[in-house]
């Protein structure tokens, strides 16, 4: 089966193919950011028949209407990236959806997700997106019940300050218009004094609000939690007094996908005179 689709879809003629791309570009050029998209649209290139629906089942009455509406998109290399939001009664979700040049989608991500909270004693889940260039962030929060209930009254009692666990996950937008997930840490340790740089991708605004000493501290420290030893005097030491470095040898390429990219924002931030893959240590 599989050798027969790919034997009509190289028979297929280029005016075709060529039809095709004319068709989702011009669709594409009707859109606008802010406003709905025309479930003709959804059904076309998103929702294809004979496949399972990417975006909640289409609905257009009841007394639940989902409503979809374009949020951004962008064409790069002959990739359109889009971000579709689409509400239906009480939650609000974003989905990353990439089309190639003729339309066919190529790949999609839930990248936001919200409903109204189940009850004051219940967890309430949501997450949210940020597009970082090729990368797409993911923001991830749990917040606790604002109440407990008292099980032998069954007396709600309130929680001033609910618990807030909130995490990351990072993809990345291929030349193909796949998306590959970028990797990070299984866990970080607490004690370090710049884990965030090991937790998430770091923003630029952040990086040039640091003194060029803290940068370097941040840099050389993403390497030392991987037990990096340092030709740097000063850095063995600093290094050496925390409680949670463990010397082992040379870490260069032992970095996550976001790891990776911190430290050369970092670099960057420091003014990029400092070569990333090696001389850690040997800040201006």
């Known amino acids: ?83 579709v939001s689409y509400v239906g009664g009480p939650c609000s979700n974003a989905e990353l959806l990439t089309f190639g040049g003729d339309g066919g989608l190529r790949d999609h991500l839930q990248v936001g997700s919200g409903c109204d909270r189940d009850g004051l004693d219940q967890p309430h889940r949501t997450f949210d997106y940020r597009v970082i260039g090729e990368v797409i962030e993911r923001r991830h929060e749990v917040e606790g019940p604002d109440e407990v209930r008292d099980p032998q009254t069954g007396t709600m009692s309130y929680i001033e300050e609910p618990t807030l666990d909130v995490w990351y996950d990072y993809f990345e937008v291929q030349s193909d218009g796949r998306l590959e997930t970028l990797s990070l840490p299984d866990e970080v340790d607490d004690r370090r004094s710049y884990g965030v740089a090991s937790r998430r991708l770091l923003t630029r605004e952040e990086l040039s609000a640091m003194a060029p000493t803290d940068l370097r501290l941040m840099r050389n ?53 400092i070569e990333i893959d090696s001389g850690l240590g040997e800040a201006p």
Request: aromatic share 10%.
């Open 1 to 83: 089966m599989r050798l027969l689709l790919a034997l009509v879809l190289v028979a297929a003629p280029a005016s075709s193919v060529q039809a095709q791309t004319r068709d989702f570009s011009e669709a594409v050029d009707r859109l606008a950011v802010g406003s709905s998209i025309p479930i003709e649209f959804i059904t076309t290139y998103v929702n294809i028949t004979g496949q399972p629906d990417i975006l909640d089942e289409v609905t257009v009455d009841g007394p639940y209407p989902t409503r979809f509406s374009l949020s951004e998109f962008w064409t790069e290399s002959g990739v359109t990236r889009m971000i």
């Open 221 to 273: 420290e993403i390497f030392a939690a991987y037990g990096h030893i340092f030709e740097s005097v000063d850095l063995r030491e600093y290094f050496g007094q925390q409680p949670w470095y463990r010397p082992s040898g040379n870490a260069d390429d032992r970095l996550t996908d976001i790891e990776a990219l911190n430290v050369e924002r970092i670099v960057r931030a420091e003014g990029g005179s």
